[in-house]
């Protein structure tokens, strides 16, 4: 490996302080002069007409400054699929209908929070009920209520993959695996609930700080709604406590605060409450999974039909980009040289699903996990080995998808094996004790550009000072992951700067270079980092041309910026330090300041993803055979992130997957009562604690990525999906049950055994 | 949810907080560590008029114990601190058990026992202990003091026996005994930070070998804290083997009444409340044989 000087340190988070002390600035920490506090009505019913809206009586209200229906909004529909416009199904506030318990129906903004809140409970909204469909089942069987007019099958997306031959391949095998698998909604329950503050200037432009992922996509869609000019809308991404999926479109109360502010001429802000959250908030897809595999009787796959139903809820959301996703991840980790996929996203009257921390992997390779788990008992081959005899390797061809250009699978399910003592525990433990393997595959960012974006999809600028320092600006959004970290070592790393002489601003529309695309798909540091790299190798040219003038260099030289300076590296004396380096372009260039832009854009990279993280992972549990609880003793997990550019920060990442894997395996779900979510608090969404987390040791496999920043590629996605099936087939190796529909509770496990 | 308006006071002896609850009548509530009152209020679903804080009374978070007369907790000991008095660790283990499992150390910090059981939740975790080990409390009005088993206490969720202008002031343990040993086990979703969706409390007398008496008392299975009086009459007279664990446990199992919530099923509550009605019993023999040695 290459010796950096920052890359691959553990240099502290640069909001980790502010964060600590309490300091760091969040949306709702915000208050302007003249605030107004916004509420929003949401639908008591699962599906109806409404008939009336009355809001005198909440505009009569002492503080109620503003009240708004559908019927003061230009009624654009929107979704984050631009290039696809009828899959764009949703208005911010309802039009005619309502699709689920929480749909958006009216909005008050007054002088403080209660007032609003008394006011929502004085709009008279009059519904005519309809039937509501609450799974996939009824809402794809004849004679179904149609949620949406234009969608009269209530199936908004279908996606197919078809190579190989899937009939002659079945035909071959000589073991054929069939299971259904279904999978509950769970909350990203994010610790920051949604908050967006909407200002208006004099000259009625708009900005809006918002706890957002992606704040180029809200500035397109806040437009496009409002009908107004994308550059008359700026978006400010203040600090964020977190996404993990569910921050990535434009959402109902960023719209009225921005038309709210607009019509009042006053700052209104939207906070969300938990209990709203739950109720309303985006999920990750409840989905049914049907899978056929074939194997050789040696464990070799040859086949594999998937077919999947996402239960959307009421609109698509992102519900398209995951139907997509879960097909590509059904054919990653292993060679399937014969596959077919159908993806189907349903509509259901429930809130709507969307992007969730794996977008359709944790879904789609528990069931390939489980069943390369089943399969390899079924034709007495060790877990294990059956990977390591299908594992994907650098170079391989995904037909349609990709080439993988870095694969360090094998290597980490060798690792993960070892450090975790597998063949020794899998014959030596204790009854009621398990242990199991999960592995995964994830996308470095997509390539499929559903935004229809004209930019690149990552750009920055970097300026520089005769003074020795660096300014970054890029749209990339840290919401909490670090990517304002880790792209200032990127760029000090190849300035030879230290973190300290870089100046950084980020995620704000109206300052950052266009575009980016924003954080999701596990793709800020492969394009955000390949963007810095560019600008600053710009940089660099200048710097280099300068030095190589003034030392009468030979073109042969090669010069580099290191430990501050600018200089030969065959003759370091032939060099100056950085400030001065500046300071000789800018006077070659008669005062021109020194800065450039850089951006990336995956081309010619296939359709998915310019690079994959692999990674494999064994957990051991002890299961309490009179109970059914199940304790997860041990953790480890070994993976191939490509270069790591910040331990602390990837073992960060790995901590918040299995913290977010336990509660997904064993705990977490949403709890529905038809249409309406029923365990809307803490106390009863159970999610794993501080207390709850097990032990854990990793190691990070050494690749190098060529397409990814310094070799790097994603770590942030990808480890949300090894843990629940290593969970699973750890309690399948304690206690014989084999869980085919999330989350294992004790009341399954008891059931059972 | 805005809060209800509400008068704020923090009176500094007995006398004025009971003089002010009886004034200010319906609509006045008392408040210790406000870990129940204010998540209620925040939800709407307390609107008082009053609020008397009764954490400025001097020593009424006393704890105080000597052998004979036993253990005597203030109103306003915090949980915190129940936890880290070593006379209760040694001589009333089940109350640790139970304490220990409630909440998390910021909620311990501010929350009380008498706060816990004045707020009667079915689920509350300290009653079952603390009602097998023949707990009593006292209550303070203008017109008085009445002491109370704590056995008798419970009415239904949220009720109590307690009247309007009362103030509970402390709660009693009886002095340890030579042979008698309790536990509380419970169980819930999550290991950290929950709600029981079922607790199960046992005391128990053992002599020559047998138990000669029994109290168990089952939490989050009924409306209130139940005592499972026929486990434990079944109990009586036989030896700790499997057999007298099973009659046992089966019997508790069938005497709770629990329903089906978003926490677990009723089914699963009975079967829970067998495997730990087995387990508390096992453990309860264990501590009333060490106290022997
Ligand atoms: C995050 C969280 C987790 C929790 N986990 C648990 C748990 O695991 N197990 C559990 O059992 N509980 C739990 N609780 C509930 C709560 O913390 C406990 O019930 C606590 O013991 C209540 O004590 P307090 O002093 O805060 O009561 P307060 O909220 O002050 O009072 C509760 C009620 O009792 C009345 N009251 C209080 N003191 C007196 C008095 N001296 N005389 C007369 N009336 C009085 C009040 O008027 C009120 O009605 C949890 C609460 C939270 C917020």
């Not at chain 1, 009468?552 to 003759?571: D, F, M, P, S, Y």
């Not at chain 1, 993803?609 to 609880?629: C, K, M, S």
């Not at chain 1, 509660?663 to 159970?686: C, H, I, P």
């Amino acid at each position: 490996m290459k010796e950096y000087s920052i890359i691959g340190k553990d240099v502290p988070r640069t909001d980790a302080e502010a964060k600590a002390r309490g300091s760091a600035l969040y949306t709702d920490d915000i208050r302007l002069p003249g605030m107004l506090h916004g509420r929003i009505l949401r639908s008591p019913i699962a599906h109806g007409i409404i008939r009336s809206i009355d809001t005198s009586k909440a505009s009569r209200l002492p503080g109620v400054k503003c009240v708004i229906t559908s019927d003061d909004t230009p009624k654009i529909k929107y979704g984050n699929w631009r290039l696809f416009p009828e899959t764009q199904d949703e208005y911010p506030l309802a039009v005619d209908k309502v699709r689920f318990i929480g749909d958006e129906v009216a909005a008050v903004a007054a002088i403080d929070r209660d007032t609003a809140e008394e006011a929502l409970e004085l709009i008279e909204v009059e519904y005519e009920e309809l039937p509501g469909t609450f799974d996939v089942e009824s809402s794809r069987a004849e004679g179904a209520p149609v949620i949406h007019d234009y969608c009269p099958s209530n199936v908004s997306v279908n996606r197919k993959i078809k190579y190989g031959d899937i009939e002659k391949g079945f035909s071959e095998s000589d073991y054929i695996r069939e299971d259904t698998f279904s999978f509950q909604a769970i909350s990203h329950a994010y610790l920051e609930p949604c908050a967006s503050l909407a200002q208006v200037d004099l000259d009625g432009r708009i900005t809006l700080w918002t706890s957002t992922q992606t704040p180029y996509i809200v500035q397109c869609l806040l437009a496009s709604t409002l009908g107004m000019r994308e550059n008359d809308i700026r978006i400010i991404k203040p600090y964020v406590g977190g996404g993990f999926g569910g921050k990535m479109e434009l959402r109902p109360w960023e719209f009225c605060a921005a038309l709210m502010a607009k019509k009042t001429g006053r700052p209104v802000k939207f906070t969300l409450g938990r209990e709203e959250e739950f109720l309303a908030g985006r999920r990750r897809h409840p989905m049914k999974i049907h899978s056929r595999v074939g194997f050789k009787k040696d464990g070799t796959l040859v086949a594999k039909d998937l077919r999947i139903q996402l239960d959307g809820g009421a609109y698509n959301a992102m519900g398209p980009t995951a139907t997509f996703l879960c097909g590509n991840f059904g054919a990653m980790l292993y060679r399937y040289p014969n596959y077919r996929f159908l993806g189907e996203h349903v509509y259901t009257n429930k809130p709507p699903a969307s992007a969730m921390r794996g977008f359709g992997a944790p879904q789609s390779l528990y069931a390939s996990e489980v069943q390369m788990n089943i399969a390899a008992e079924e034709l007495g081959i060790d877990p294990v080995d059956i990977r390591l005899k299908n594992a994907q390797v650098s170079g391989d061809q995904i037909p349609d998808v990709a080439t993988i250009s870095s694969c360090g699978f094998s290597e980490s399910i060798r690792a993960v094996a070892e450090m975790s003592g597998w063949y020794e525990k899998r014959k030596s433990l204790k009854p009621g004790q398990g242990i199991g393997i999960g592995c995964y595959s994830f996308i470095s960012g997509g390539v499929f550009n559903w935004f229809n974006t004209q930019y690149p999809f990552s750009a920055a600028e970097v300026r520089v000072f005769s003074d020795g320092t660096a300014h970054l600006l890029t749209m990339a959004s840290d919401i909490g992951q670090g990517s304002d970290t880790v792209l200032k070592q990127i760029l000090a790393e190849e300035l030879g700067l230290r973190m300290e002489d870089i100046r950084m601003t980020s995620a704000d529309t109206a300052m950052t270079p266009q575009g980016d695309l924003g954080t999701w798909g596990s793709r800020v540091t492969l394009m955000a980092g390949n963007a810095v790299i560019d600008a600053a190798r710009k940089i660099k040219e200048q710097l280099f041309g300068a030095i190589s003038a003034r030392f009468n260099l030979n073109v042969i030289h090669h010069v580099e910026c290191k430990n501050g300076r600018v200089q030969a590296t065959a003759r370091p004396d032939y060099g100056m330090s950085f400030g001065e380096a500046v300071a000789m372009v800018q006077k070659a260039n008669r005062g021109e300041p020194l800065f450039a832009r850089g951006s990336y854009t995956p081309r010619g990279k296939g359709l998915v993803t310019p690079a994959f993280g692999f990674g494999a992972q064994i957990a051991e549990v002890e299961v309490d055979r009179e109970t059914g609880l199940v304790k997860v003793k041990n953790m480890w997990t070994a993976h191939d992130c490509g270069t790591v550019i910040n331990p602390r920060s990837v073992e960060g990442q790995l901590a918040g997957s299995i913290q977010m894997g336990l509660g997904y395996a064993l705990s977490e779900q949403m709890v529905m009562d038809g249409g309406r979510t029923v365990n809307v608090d803490f106390a009863d969404y159970k999610m794993p604690t501080a207390m709850d987390m097990p032990p854990s040791e990793v190691v990070h496999v050494d690749t190098y990525e060529p397409e990814g920043p310094m070799g790097a590629k994603e770590t942030g996605e990808g480890l949300a999906s090894p843990t629940a099936p290593a969970i699973s087939e750890a309690v399948y190796h304690a206690t014989g049950f084999r869980c085919k529909d999330l989350p294992i509770t004790p009341e399954k496990i008891l059931k059972a055994i | 949810m805005r809060l209800p308006r509400f008068e704020y006071y923090a009176p500094e002896t007995l006398e004025a907080a009971l003089s002010l609850l009886e004034d200010r009548g319906e609509g006045a509530f008392v408040m210790a560590g406000g870990t129940d009152m204010m998540v209620k209020m925040s939800h709407g679903r307390l609107k008082p008029k009053t609020i008397i804080s009764l954490k400025s009374i001097p020593g009424m978070d006393m704890i105080s114990f000597d052998p004979a007369n036993g253990m005597m907790i203030g109103a306003t000991t915090r949980l915190a601190d129940i936890l880290t008095d070593l006379r209760i660790e040694t001589h009333y283990p089940a109350l640790i058990q139970a304490v220990q499992t409630m909440a998390n150390v910021e909620v311990r910090n501010m929350a009380t026992l008498a706060g816990n059981i004045c707020n009667a939740a079915p689920s509350a975790d300290s009653a079952p202990p603390l009602m097998v080990m023949n707990a009593e409390v006292s209550l303070a009005s203008v017109r008085g003091e009445r002491r109370l088993p704590l056995s008798d206490f419970f009415r239904g969720p949220g009720l109590t026996l307690m009247q309007a202008g009362e103030i509970m002031t402390s709660i009693h343990l009886p002095a340890p005994q030579v042979g008698r040993g309790a536990s509380y086990m419970r169980i819930s979703a999550r290991c950290g930070v929950d709600i029981a969706a079922v607790g199960v409390g046992v005391e128990v007398r053992v002599q020559s070998g047998v138990f000669s008496e029994a109290r168990i008392v089952l939490g989050a299975v009924a409306p209130v804290p139940l005592r499972a009086s026929g486990s434990e009459a079944s109990l009586i007279g036989k030896p700790l083997n499997d057999e007298t664990l099973e009659l046992v446990s089966d019997m508790a199992a069938h005497e709770s009444k629990p329903i089906s919530d978003v926490r677990a099923s009723a089914d699963y509550r009975k079967r829970m409340v067998a495997v730990l009605t087995r387990r508390a019993i096992t453990q309860a023999y264990e501590r009333s044989t060490a106290r022997h040695s």
